[in-house]
């Protein structure tokens, strides 16, 4: 049964300071995804990444997978206010198969 | 942008009552599905729809739960006795055919069972 983990589940930054979330899950896949959520919101994408070795990166933010060591790491430079939410990585093993999701990290950027 | 749209955005249902959230998947799209999320807690799939039929479905994904693609373009989600453990945000997404295409969410159906 595929696992997703995400950590850390909690992170609070200063604005400014760079920071990564790791996302490891349990069984061998090259589709990864990275959402982000604000609260009581719905689920906006913000990467896919469907590669060994895949980077991808929009604005503060880049995200990259080894399906290798089954690890994707989505990386904050220089955090400002606005990037706070909870972040979620999810996992699936064919097109038109469920994702399964980690347990999302909750970010906050304090001033 | 093309968007996946649900209705209603927010809906109050005694338990033991049958409610139908309903889902407008983007036109192209193949594969449709539904996840919850219990208030604070991860995205839980429930099931995923493809050529009219279920193609994958969870152990939360019970005899109480249903889908259907009634006219081409709805899909829709019916709980037949909602139970309070039902309350949750729920949420309709859809994707194309082909591996370069992730998943659209819809903006969730928000359900409390009192």
């Known amino acids: 049964e595929l696992k997703v983990e995400q950590n850390p589940l909690f992170l609070s930054m200063q604005e400014g300071k760079n920071y990564t979330i790791y996302c490891n899950y349990s069984?061998?896949?090259?589709?990864l995804y990275w959402y982000r959520q604000d609260p009581g919101k719905s689920l906006e994408s913000l990467f896919v990444l469907l590669s060994n070795g895949a980077v991808k990166q929009e604005g503060r933010l880049m995200a990259s997978l080894d399906t290798k060591a089954r690890l994707s790491t989505l990386h904050i430079t220089a955090a400002v206010h606005d990037l706070s939410a909870t972040y979620f990585c999810a996992v699936d093993i064919g097109v038109g198969n469920k994702l399964v999701f980690g347990a999302g990290t909750i970010l906050r950027v304090k001033s | 942008e093309p968007e996946v749209t649900q209705t209603p955005s927010h809906q109050v249902t005694q338990m033991g009552q049958e409610v139908i959230l309903r889902c407008v998947p983007i036109?192209?799209?193949?594969?449709f599905y539904w996840y919850r999320q219990i208030l604070g807690q991860k995205v839980e799939f429930l099931v995923s729809f493809y050529n009219n039929e279920i193609s994958e479905k969870s152990e939360i994904f019970d005899d109480q739960f249903s889908v259907e693609r009634p006219d081409g373009s709805n899909f829709t989600l019916k709980i037949r006795s909602t139970k309070l453990e039902d309350s949750a945000m729920y949420f309709c997404a859809s994707s194309r055919q082909g591996a370069n295409y992730g998943y659209t969410f819809g903006s969730g159906t928000r359900l409390t069972v009192v």
């Open positions: 069984t061998t896949s090259d589709r």
């Open positions: 036109s192209n799209h193949l594969y």
